[in-house]
Nanobody, 120 residues
Framework: QVQLVESGGGLVQPGGSLRLSCAASGSIFSINAMGWYRQAPGKQRELVATSTSGGSTNYADSLKGRFTISRDNAKNTVYLQMNSLKPEDTAVYYC??????????????WGQGTQVAVSS
């Protein structure tokens, strides 16, 4: 059984910063990609950023320069530093992990989501 536990969401004023964390736990052999997606009310879920175990990162073009993804492979944890937040960043942010098990099987997991609200 694998769990992804997210933390760090909340209410912030425009221009502020937040740091999201997501820790994966369970009988995990390794994690390939970890990342973040978000879903605003009435919109489809969209990519925010992803990071591979080798250190490659990928960002939504519109978020480059404001958001930074990082990860601690030893802790199976991924972080999202969000700076210069805008009201349009308001959404539920979901953690994603591509997990490899000792059995050799592989599966995608999603966190429960953490709310980020940017408002004055």
């Amino acid at each position: 059984q694998v769990q992804l536990v997210e933390s760090g969401g909340g209410l912030v004023q425009p221009g502020g910063s937040l740091r999201l964390s997501c820790a994966a736990s369970g009988s995990i052999f390794s994690i390939n990609a970890m990342g973040w997606y978000r879903q605003a009310p009435g919109k489809q879920r969209e990519l925010v950023a992803t990071s591979t175990s080798g250190g490659s990162t990928n960002y939504a073009d519109s978020l480059k320069g404001r958001f930074t993804i990082s990860r601690d492979n030893a802790k199976n944890t991924v972080y999202l530093q969000m700076n210069s937040l805008k009201p349009e960043d308001t959404a539920v942010y979901y953690c994603y992990s591509d997990i490899l098990f000792y059995s050799g099987s592989r599966r995608d997991y999603w966190g429960q989501g953490t709310q980020v609200a940017v408002s004055s």
